[in-house]
């Protein structure tokens, strides 16, 4: 029985440990075996502890266990971090040569949390280099797999932390998504992924590449996972001064009901229209007719500034990026390249020679955008458009309780059909960053599948902190649907 319980979601496992049925030890021994049959294949995972280590933190929660009965929600549970996230005496590598042995005197704030509940640590999850992309192609360690098809990308940034959900490689992730990276790799290897609004998760120890818009999220089996994890994960946080004091709700109380009865759903016309896959669009509009069964109103709405926001995401997130990398110049820490020639040079061989060229293209990107002359133009106006974003949310908001749309234009590609374009890896992210550029929390979860076996990802957005209504209507879906019992392949 113990090989199996890996295939278990984060509720049922945990339902079989806090019961005694199980222990930590062979959670952890189902967990190393299912990684040792797949990692080679996936390659979900940047940094892995030894499998001693995992035994013996497993052996430490079960000899814990017998003088103290009390479980909490993660305790003996599989965990994997992106490694974008500091995790204490681990490295943090952010996909990149310039952290590749950087290792953090500090735990990010999320991993405190969870940590407080004896999780069990499976490893560091592969991503773009610091979360620049939407294939997980940009990372130094080579890219992550599909499950679903091992020549299809995982999507991405947070490409290894889906991937390792999906192949069964651990029981939840944490990722991280600044203009897609949650849902997208989510929806790319069917299963869910959760970014919160902005605030409601302290970003403390996440390595930031765009502070105005990163958020931290669970990646999970299912949408009550979702809830349970979100629930370790949201507080306030005196260390990000960026986090909401906004009281945190009991998160699984809103994975119970199965319907959507008094909830109006917003459908906006700009999210179907060219480039969209036929096979995305079929399956995203058989998911509105579910809900429309399940009691739901629907209504068609606008959002006239739609087609905007992949140029100002990619000038205000560039912008915030060229800012955020000028730390790494080889002095205080991270690489440093081995040539001596004066200060100047040591500088811009450290960084020609620690970045990658997808990191060093928004580097220059963002310092364009930024210099004198042509702030207004460009950075200036896309901050106007970023109200503009926001506003025409804020009115569909008076009249629709949460919005349905697709996540990604079209089903995971193959590897390497967009890295030479950049442009067209950037269309990946049209359904995903207006949520971000607007700070809303959104959730992608299974719809379907494609011809071809891919997973097909619908995505819900939600007001400003009311993670409660999109978790309660995704949850209705989940239910009413059958997507999430299929499993992927893996060959
Ligand atoms: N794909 C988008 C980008 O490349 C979003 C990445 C992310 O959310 N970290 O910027």
């Known amino acids: 029985m113990a090989t199996a319980l890996f295939k278990l979601t984060l509720k049922e496992l945990q339902g079989l440990f806090t019961s005694g049925d199980v222990g930590a030890i062979d959670i ?15 390659k979900a995972y940047i940094t892995m502890p030894e499998r001693e280590q995992v035994l013996q933190e497993a052996d430490t929660i079960d000899a814990s266990l017998k003088q103290w009965r009390k479980t909490q929600p993660l305790m003996a549970m599989p965990l994997a971090i992106k490694d974008n996230i500091c995790t204490t005496g681990i490295r943090t590598t952010c996909g990149s040569t310039m952290l590749e042995h950087f290792i953090p005197p500090y735990n990010a704030t999320v991993v405190a949390a969870c940590r407080e509940q004896q999780f069990l640590f499976m490893g560091k999850t592969n991503l773009d280099e610091f979360g620049m992309g939407s294939s997980t192609e940009h990372s130094v360690f080579g890219p992550s797999r599909n499950p679903w098809n091992l020549e299809c990308i995982p999507g991405g940034s947070s490409g290894g932390s889906a991937a390792a959900v999906a192949a069964d490689e651990c029981v939840a992730a944490l990722g991280t998504d600044t203009g897609g990276s949650i849902r997208q790799p989510a929806a790319c290897c069917g299963v869910v992924g959760l970014k919160p609004t ?6 403390y120890g996440l390595v930031a590449f765009a502070s105005s818009l990163d958020q931290i999220g669970p990646i999970t089996k299912s949408v009550t996972d979702a809830a349970i994890l979100l629930n370790v994960l949201a507080a306030h946080d005196p260390r990000d001064s960026t986090s909401s004091d906004q009281p945190t709700p009991d998160y699984t109380r809103f994975v119970k009901k199965k319907d959507v009865k008094k909830l109006t759903i917003g459908v906006p016309k700009e999210f179907f229209s060219e480039g969209l896959d036929p096979e995305v ?3 995203v509009q058989a998911a509105i007719e579910e809900f429309k069964e399940l009691g739901g109103t629907i209504k068609e709405i606008s959002l006239p500034t739609t087609e905007w926001a992949i140029a100002a995401y990619y000038i205000i997130a560039t912008a915030e990026a060229s800012s955020n990398l000028a730390r790494y110049d080889g002095v205080k820490y991270g690489y ?5 020639k004066g200060l100047l040079e040591m500088y811009r061989q450290t960084r020609a020679e620690g970045f990658g060229s ?13 210099s004198s002359g042509y702030y207004d133009a460009f950075y200036g106006k896309a901050q106007s458009v970023r109200t503009l974003i926001t506003r025409d949310f804020d009115s569909a908001f008076q009249d629709v309780d949460f919005l349905v749309t697709p996540v990604m234009p079209t089903p995971a590609f193959p590897l390497g059909e967009k890295l030479q374009d950049p442009l067209q890896m950037y269309l990946s992210d049209m359904y995903t960053i207006s949520a971000s550029l607007a700070g809303l929390p959104a959730i992608s979860i299974p719809c379907g599948f494609s011809r071809a076996g891919l997973p097909i990802g619908l995505q819900l957005m939600g007001r400003p902190f009311e993670e409660s209504t999109i978790l309660r209507a995704a949850y209705a879906y989940e239910q009413a649907t059958q997507w999430r019992k299929k499993r992927p392949p893996i060959r």
Not at 28 to 42: D, G, N, P, T
Not at 358 to 370: Q, S
Request: charged share 35%; glycine share 4%; no cysteine.
């Open 28 to 42: 952890a021994r189902s967990y190393l075996l299912r990684i040792s049959q797949v990692e080679s294949k996936v």
């Open 198 to 203: 902005y605030g409601r998760v302290s970003r």
């Open 281 to 283: 669009e079929q399956h």
């Open 336 to 340: 440093r390249t081995k040539e001596r």
């Open 358 to 370: 997808e990191v060093k293209r928004r580097i220059m990107l963002g310092t364009y955008a930024l």
